[in-house]
T-cell receptor, first 116, second 113 residues
Framework: AQSVTQLGSHVSVSEGALVLLRCNYSSSVPPYLFWYVQYPNQGLQLLLKYTSAATLVKGINGFEAEFKKSETSFHLTKPSAHMSDAAEYFCAVRTHSGAGSYQLTFGKGTKLSVIP | ETGVTQSPTHLIKTRGQQVTLRCSSQSGHNTVSWYQQALGQGPQFIFQYYREEENGRGNFPPRFSGLQFPNYSSELNVNALELDDSALYLC????????????FGSGTRLTVV
């Protein structure tokens, strides 16, 4: 079964510092991977996705992620954190759910705090 | 292009009651999935509808059921509500297998008392 593991339930960075949120996947087939952001009391917003094209994926709001097959990782980075980046971030893998259908399987999430 | 719209945004129900949540998919999307997000957890897949039929289901009991309509909108019905059903319910729409991504609505916050 395909799954993702997010290391660190809570990450704190200073404003202007590098943001690194870790995600490792487990998959027997080439995975489709996603990062979503969730602000308090809101739904999920897609940051970026990897669908077997370029291994370095650029997303919205200055975020990017690199697919590393040898490390089974898809870590999310941003060079300089802004206060507005404070939110919860979810890594997800597209998983086969039967009869030609697919679902997203999410990690438990990482809450990012940005310190002024 | 319109996004995914869910209604209502919040509701409170009593244990044992039934509830219906609604979702309008993004324009051009023909597949709708529902997820349950308990407090402090990642979303969990409930089921998916394509061409008005359920074609994928997560580990949820039969009292969770749904519908998809010809315009691709969808309903989630939960019978015999339990306290543990309290959660944020998210609807996501996609084009068939989700290769191009899934668009989520803002969710319905259900509280069971």
């Amino acid at each position: 079964a395909q799954s993702v593991t997010q290391l660190g339930s809570h990450v704190s960075v200073s404003e202007g510092a590098l943001v690194l949120l870790r995600c490792n996947y487990s998959s027997s087939v080439p995975p489709y991977l996603f990062w979503y952001v969730q602000y308090p009391n809101q739904g999920l917003q897609l940051l970026l996705k990897y669908t077997s094209a370029a291994t370095l994926v650029k997303g919205i709001n200055g975020f990017e992620a690199e697919f590393k097959k040898s490390e089974t990782s898809f870590h999310l980075t941003k060079p300089s954190a802004h206060m507005s980046d404070a939110a919860e971030y979810f890594c997800a893998v597209r998983t086969h759910s039967g009869a030609g259908s697919y679902q997203l399987t999410f990690g438990k999430g990482t809450k990012l705090s940005v310190i002024p | 292009e319109t996004g995914v719209t869910q209604s209502p945004t919040h509701l409170i129900k009593t244990r044992g009651q039934q509830v219906t949540l609604r979702c309008s998919s993004q324009s051009g999307h023909n597949t709708v999935s529902w997820y349950q997000q308990a407090l402090g957890q990642g979303p969990q897949f409930i089921f998916q509808y394509y061409r008005e039929e359920e074609n994928g289901r997560g580990n949820f009991p039969p009292r969770f059921s749904g519908l998809q309509f010809p315009n691709y909108s969808s309903e989630l019905n939960v019978n015999a509500l339990e306290l543990d059903d309290s959660a944020l319910y998210l609807c996501a729409s996609s084009l068939e297998t989700g290769t191009y991504g899934y668009t989520f609505g803002s969710g319905t916050r259900l509280t069971v008392v």
